[in-house]
């Protein structure tokens, strides 16, 4: 770059004002001064010895505030050597050195690093191996354990979802009858108010009766206040009459005149009297007593039917918790049945394993029923197996006499064959699978017909029911029927009948 280029950017870039026809000038190369001057601007004009933008406004800030001149009168600021070039250059020389050499120390470490994960990954793999033999090992052991101890956390299982069921049923009930007992007291709190209201209707008839009392008291006081005053304008009159002369015939005729007026009035008063408090308070009262009545019959009709329908809901209510103990009482009693029969069943199928391990797989397969006709008697573990298939099914295997279970079932092999053969001519022409599923189907019926050996109904399928959980069930039945009966005798009419202690109870409760 020229020596006039080069200025002119470090000019620009620090927005310092110039001339560039003047700069040009004074850096030609056609004269020495020129040649000079461009020789020192390609020395010192440089972004090594020209100070930054940020190196520029921290010296102005410092010169602004004095402490550039504060610092330039520090005394050992002259006994301070300035770094030469050569010496940047050796120690730049040295960094690049030590540079080399820790990049080689670096190469080195990785390939330590290197073969030491190789060596890691030999020894995790290693590791894994035995980690693998171990863990085999473990699950050995574990699945013997497991095998072990199967039916016996099964049973704990069984028993703490039992108990749970059993905890969880109890609050539920609990809080079901406790929301009924509170939905109750609301509803004795609405019949209460309604029963407070009839209460006023009987006020009402009551103030009804009493008004005529009322009335005729009304008038006899207003004829006896009326016959009062007559007698004191009477009696005023006299004593008018006495003071002026008793010869005089006027007063004599007036007095006369007088006494046979309030004579006469005198039988009149009652009437008037009881007329006037009719007419001015007893029909008003009346009619307006008789126009509450009216008002409050279908009001009173209203509230006789909301109270029936309020002690309805409540019967209704008391019976569906009635009919939820008594199923919650069947289910717990049916639950505590089965998981005694489970328990007696697994006493039985660990006493069974330890005779001989593979009762199991003959317990569930059907060849182990099929017993050849030449043996005369069956071992003890089949016998044992057949027992605990057949009581898996819910059949009883006790037998009539001293006939064995494989007379009986030669004899119904020898009876189904002769029923295949009878009625499978006809079908086996139009049925290709019949070579297929034949020996399936008579084996099938075959096992069938044995099971059935020893049942009254031949005729029936195998079921999985307890005669004795069917009786009890019946008899459970049976009650509950009964209770429903007794249920559907309590008289509710008692209910919306007026009772007196009842009402008493109410309005002593009522009082403050």
């Known amino acids: 770059m020229p020596a006039a280029d080069l200025l002119i950017s470090a000019l620009r870039e620090r927005g310092i004002n110039f001339k560039k026809e003047d700069i040009e000038r004074e850096l030609q190369n056609e004269s020495q001064q020129g040649t000079g001057n461009a020789q020192w601007v390609m020395e010192h004009v440089s972004p090594h010895t020209l100070l930054s933008k940020d190196e520029a406004a ?25 770094l030469a070039d050569d010496e940047i250059r050796a120690a730049t020389a040295t960094l690049k050195s030590s540079t080399a050499t820790c990049a080689n120390q670096v190469a080195t470490l990785k390939a330590q690093l290197g073969l030491a994960r190789t060596l890691q990954m030999n020894r995790q793999e290693t ?15 574990l699945l ?3 095998r072990t101890k199967a039916m016996v956390q099964l049973a704990s299982s069984l028993n703490r979802t039992n108990d749970m069921r059993k ?22 709190f609405k019949i209460e108010e309604l029963a407070a209201e009839l209460e006023l209707t009987e006020m009402d008839e009551q103030t009804e009766k009493r008004t005529p009392e009322l009335i005729s008291t009304l008038s006899k006081l207003t004829s006896e206040e009326i016959r009062c005053r007559l007698d004191r304008v009477y009696l005023e009159t006299l004593l008018t009459g006495a003071d002026a002369p008793a010869d005089v015939p006027d007063n004599r005729d007036a007095c006369i005149a007088l006494q046979e007026d309030l004579e006469s009035l005198y039988s009149e008063i009652d009437v008037l009297a009881e007329m006037s408090a009719r007419h001015e308070f007893g029909q ?27 002690l309805s809901e409540m019967t209704r209510s008391t019976k569906q918790n009635v009919d939820r103990v008594l199923y919650y009482q069947s289910h717990r009693e049916a639950l505590d ?72 079932i030669s004899e119904k092999r020898s009876e189904m064959a002769r029923i295949v053969c009878h009625n499978s001519i006809g079908m086996s022409a139009e049925m290709p699978l019949l070579a297929s599923l034949g020996s399936t189907d008579e084996a099938k019926e075959l096992l069938t017909c044995t099971l059935h050996a020893n049942d009254s109904s031949y005729a029936s399928e195998p079921s999985l029911a307890d005669p004795v959980q069917q009786g009890n069930l019946a008899n459970l039945e049976k009650e509950l029927m009964v209770i429903q009966k007794e249920i559907e005798r309590v008289d509710l009419g008692m209910l919306a009948e007026p009772d007196r202690f009842r009402d008493k109870f109410i309005e002593k409760w009522r009082q403050p």
């Open 58 to 82: 921290l010296i102005n800030v410092l010169e602004r505030s004095g402490a550039l001149e504060t610092f330039l009168r520090q005394p050992e600021l002259a006994s301070i050597r300035p």
């Open 127 to 141: 590791d894994q191996d035995h980690d693998r033999y171990v863990t085999a090992l473990k699950r050995k052991h």
């Open 144 to 146: 013997e354990k497991q």
């Open 167 to 188: 905890n969880t049923g109890k609050k539920q009930l609990l809080q079901s009858v406790s929301s009924r007992l509170m939905n109750d007291d609301d509803i004795l």
């Open 284 to 310: 008003p009262i009346l009619d307006e007593l008789q126009k509450k009545k009216q008002s409050s019959a279908s009001s009173l009709e209203d509230n006789f039917d909301v109270m029936l329908d309020l």
């Open 337 to 408: 049945q089965l998981s005694a029969l489970f328990r007696k069943e697994i006493t039985s199928k660990q006493a069974m394993e330890t005779q001989s391990k593979k009762s199991h797989r003959r317990e569930s397969s059907i060849s182990s029923i099929k017993v050849q006709t030449s043996k005369p008697t069956q071992s003890q573990p089949e016998a044992q197996a057949l027992e605990s298939f057949l009581r898996r099914l819910g059949i009883s295997t006790a037998l009539h006499g001293e006939e064995s279970l494989a007379d009986i």
